[in-house]
């Protein structure tokens, strides 16, 4: 079915087992020189497809939710407590309940926490935190007009940060020294501090890390079910570093450090001075549950600019931008149903969005796609947008919430009118489903469509780009874009191939736009 068995690290062999629903249920890490378990951690799951039961060695923690499914509180080795205005933003944890006392985040903007209060400013950046006696102990945050964070001043030492034009960050500076990163596209691939350089590997078009290189060393991350490091290893097999968290994402101990390691959930990086995680295009506060800034891409992310996630055991935000829309069950039925992909589902939300949702994928023996395979996809896009490529917008996730109280987790994306294998299959023929027509395939297409297939084969020849398995898709304005790549490879890391069945492909497509914008009959394509 094409899911991960066994891995091996070095000394370290870890096993995995998934569940009938292809979800993962247990991991064992074996030192195979010293012939010893090092790692056994097993995952349970409600009826509505939360996890309900996290077991890491001796710790075990279960979760219970509300009748929203959202996390309302935690039993176990991590007891937490959450508190939700009617907004959904965490407004207490771990605080005693007054009664009849109701408590909400004014423009989803959080104002109190336990004891601390927070300040905002005109653009809705979070500029101090007041916490402690009388709110004595404050951290003053600046921002540039982008809107990043470029200055932070706690207990009287400042840092300061700056970045690239792409908006990554590139230096963190204090009166300790000065730390400079390193970027391959979003991933972050080196750091370097006081002649210390670290080199971060990932799983392939992924935020999932695998190795950290340092001083000419190795180590292993040992990962979760959401991708977030609980263990590193050397090549010996010996755990050098080990943390357990809290829910959403801060660390509730460390039981071994022998090397320092600042990743966290996919996409973040955890910052001592602040307690932060730079999260891409924002900075995550653990100790919330929420951004400090708005959401860059503003409302098209969804109504809560500040959240990061509706459950944040079952969802990751590697870029700091996808937000959570929430959208009514009918869009689930019959009546919205727009098409059904090798691993998804396309419901129509309106006129220029659908919502794709995960389902079993024949192509890979049935086994059941996931949501973290419609986020590597929406990844996939975004490196072939950044590579100057036309491409399927998809603006964020979402979640349905069933009749019965069970969830459905997908993404929203743009809606096209139309795609060639539309044009083969039945637009000539008359039998649409979804009532696409010659006529309005006529009218759609023009010569500007073909210049702009043309400038896509120049750019993926001169980008050395591959993608596997993609289609073309057309809106009501003609435009072409790349959609549903199974893989891609860009520059070196394109395969020569590959590189060369893409772009027979856009040839291929840039004939048969061409005849259809010269109005030539469709069945004489095919």
């Given at each position: 079915m094409g899911r991960e068995m066994l891995r091996t690290q070095g000394e370290v062999a870890t096993q995995t087992e998934?569940?009938?629903m292809g979800r993962l249920q247990k991991q064992q890490a074996f030192n195979l020189a010293q012939k010893k378990q090092i790692i056994q951690r097993e995952y349970a799951y409600n009826n509505f497809g939360n996890l309900s039961q996290f077991t890491d060695g001796n710790s075990e923690t279960r979760y219970v939710y509300d009748l929203l499914n959202r996390l309302e509180k935690t039993e176990g080795t991590e007891k937490e407590v959450f508190?939700?205005?009617?907004?959904?933003?965490?407004?207490?944890?771990?605080?005693?309940?007054?009664?009849?006392e109701k408590k909400q985040a004014t423009g989803n903007r959080l104002a109190m926490q336990g004891d601390k209060k927070f300040t905002y400013d005109e653009r809705g950046n979070l500029i101090k935190e007041a916490r402690g006696k009388g709110g004595k102990l404050v951290t003053e945050f600046e921002y540039n007009l982008q809107n990043q964070l470029v200055k932070v001043t706690k207990n009287n030492q400042t840092?300061?940060?700056?970045?690239?034009?792409?908006?990554?960050?590139?230096?963190?500076?204090?009166?300790?020294?000065?730390?400079?990163?390193?970027?391959?596209?979003?991933?972050?691939?080196?750091?370097t501090r006081n002649k210390i350089k670290k080199t971060y590997v990932y799983e392939p078009l992924s935020f999932k890390p695998v190795a950290l290189v340092q001083d000419n060393e190795v180590y292993h991350y040992h990962l979760d079910h959401l991708g977030t490091p609980r263990e590193l290893t050397n090549n010996e097999g010996d755990i050098v570093w080990k943390v357990r968290y809290k829910t959403w994402?801060?660390?509730a101990l460390k039981e071994c450090e022998e090397i320092e390691n600042n990743i966290r959930f996919q996409g973040q990086y955890f910052d001592e001075e602040t307690g932060l995680h730079y999260n891409r295009h924002r900075y995550y506060n653990p100790d919330t549950g929420q951004f400090i800034s708005q959401d860059p891409i503003g409302l098209l992310g969804g109504v809560n600019n500040y959240q990061y996630a509706p459950n944040p055991l079952g969802w990751i935000d590697p870029y700091g931008l996808c937000k959570d829309?929430?959208?009514?069950?009918?869009?689930?039925?019959?009546?919205?149903?727009?098409?059904?992909?090798?691993y998804k589902n396309a419901h129509i939300i309106d006129g220029d969005r659908v919502f794709l949702t995960?389902?079993?994928?024949?192509?890979?023996?049935g086994a059941p796609a996931t949501i973290e395979d419609l986020h590597h996809e929406a990844w996939m896009l975004d490196k072939l947008s950044q590579e100057g490529l036309s491409t399927l917008a998809i603006y964020g996730t979402a979640v349905v919430n069933m009749p019965d109280g069970s969830q459905v987790q997908g993404i929203i994306a743009e809606r096209k009118l139309f795609n060639s294998k539309d044009v083969f299959d039945n637009i000539y023929k008359g039998t649409n489903p979804q009532g696409v027509t010659q006529d309005m395939v006529y009218d759609t297409i023009t010569q500007d469509t073909v210049v702009e297939l043309e400038k896509m084969r120049e750019t993926i020849i001169k980008n050395n780009v591959e993608v596997n398995d993609f289609q073309i898709m057309y809106g009501k304005d003609g435009k072409p874009v790349i959609a549903d790549p199974k893989d891609i490879g860009v520059g070196k890391d394109a395969d020569e191939g590959e590189v060369e069945k893409t772009i027979r492909k856009i040839e291929s497509e840039i004939i048969m736009i061409k005849d259809i914008a010269d109005k030539k009959p469709m069945k004489i394509f095919y």
């Open positions: 998934y569940d009938p508190d939700f205005d009617p907004a959904g933003n965490i407004v207490g944890i771990n605080e005693q309940k007054v009664k009849g840092t300061e940060y700056k970045y690239d034009p792409l908006g990554r960050r590139i230096e963190k500076k204090d009166a300790f020294g000065t730390t400079k990163y390193l970027w391959a596209g979003d991933q972050l691939a080196q750091e994402g801060n660390v829309d929430e959208l009514g069950a009918s869009v689930l039925s019959e009546e919205n149903f727009l098409g059904k992909g090798a995960p389902i079993a994928n024949p192509a890979h023996g």
